[in-house]
């Protein structure tokens, strides 16, 4: 986090939202830029994470996870999770795979979350 600081990025989001982060987002001219540990997307999504050289994930944020998915599971990206809610329901996530492997996350804000609002997107 404090190299994306040093390069203007600003703190939107954390959780949990005392002591040490599973995932942080920060923002800077309108672009969002989401960070997690790897604990947490094995604990709590179930990805294989590793492999060898850099891992990555792309966050898309979406009206509709469920129908994102499908249209690119259809079209042939690989299914790494399917969605699932999480953060006590308030977002719905699933992760496909771009051509390099690398997991990209699908999530959206659900009706739960009326009064969550990790970024301003």
Known sequence: MAFYSEL???EA??????GQPVHI???LDGFT????TIEA????HNLRTGGEGRWIEIVVW??????AL???VANGAPLLSPAQDFLDG?????WIADPDGNPIQLVQRTTASDSFSPVNI
């Open 8 to 10: 203007g990025f600003v």
């Open 13 to 18: 989001f954390r959780t949990p939202s005392s």
């Open 25 to 27: 987002e920060l923002t």
């Open 33 to 36: 830029l989401g960070i997690a």
């Open 41 to 44: 997307a094995q604990k709590h």
């Open 62 to 67: 979406t009206d509709d996870t469920d129908a």
């Open 70 to 72: 499908n249209t690119l």
């Open 90 to 94: 308030t977002l719905r996530a699933a």
